[in-house]
């Protein structure tokens, strides 16, 4: 079934890990040249890379059973460890004096994972439209007109979603409204 094997490539496609790689490296550029590039690679090491190893931890050590679509009810304490990764990721980027541009993006990070952590219990939220809407409004932050293709993903990702059953209009709208918001309310505070 093509529509199902194309929703599945979306949907592993806007994962937020790697959504992460271009986002930090495109906004590390153009926030500081050369140097942002680096910054940027920490930023993606201090999120992706802390957050992939925790997951690969908890699959193997048989805490999550399937890293792609972990229940609900499990998903609580590793979106407060990963809140926590996040917000000391900021911390260190931010105390390092790193681009606002890239401090503000961790300090969004670690707002949607604590409201993430917070709201789980009570709804499904989707971390991809979370992911997707933040990312098209850190590149509207950053890049202006140039950042609106970005948003273009999000219909992509509400009917891969859709498709898939992993979520309804609600949970998509609260994800995004999480992912955007609090991308807003950081690059309001930082940007």
């Not at 079934?1 to 271009?22: D, F, K």
């Not at 930023?43 to 992706?48: A, F, G, I």
């Not at 997951?55 to 890293?67: C, I, W």
């Amino acid at each position: 079934m093509l529509p199902e094997r194309i929703a599945h490539l979306v949907s592993a496609a806007t994962r937020l890990p790697l959504l992460a790689v271009p986002l930090f490296m495109a906004v590390g550029l153009d926030a500081a040249g050369a140097a942002g590039l680096l910054w940027a690679s920490l930023c993606v090491s201090l999120t992706s890379g802390l957050s992939l190893l925790y997951l690969f931890y908890l699959n193997r050590s048989g805490k999550v059973r399937d890293p792609r679509s972990i229940p609900r009810a499990e998903r609580v304490g590793p979106l407060r460890v990963v809140a926590a990764l996040h917000t000391g990721a900021f911390a260190l980027v931010y105390g390092l004096g790193g681009p606002a541009e890239l401090s503000a993006a961790l300090l969004s990070y670690t707002v949607a994972t604590l409201l993430f952590a917070g709201l789980t219990p009570l709804i499904n939220l989707s971390l991809h439209a979370a992911g997707v809407a933040g990312a098209a409004v850190c590149l509207l932050f950053v890049f202006g007109a140039w950042g609106i293709p970005a948003s273009l993903l999000l219909p992509a990702v509400f009917w891969a979603r859709l498709r898939l059953k992993r979520h309804t209009v609600a949970e998509l709208v609260l994800g995004t409204l999480v992912g955007g918001g609090g991308t807003w309310l950081a690059f309001g505070l930082l940007g």
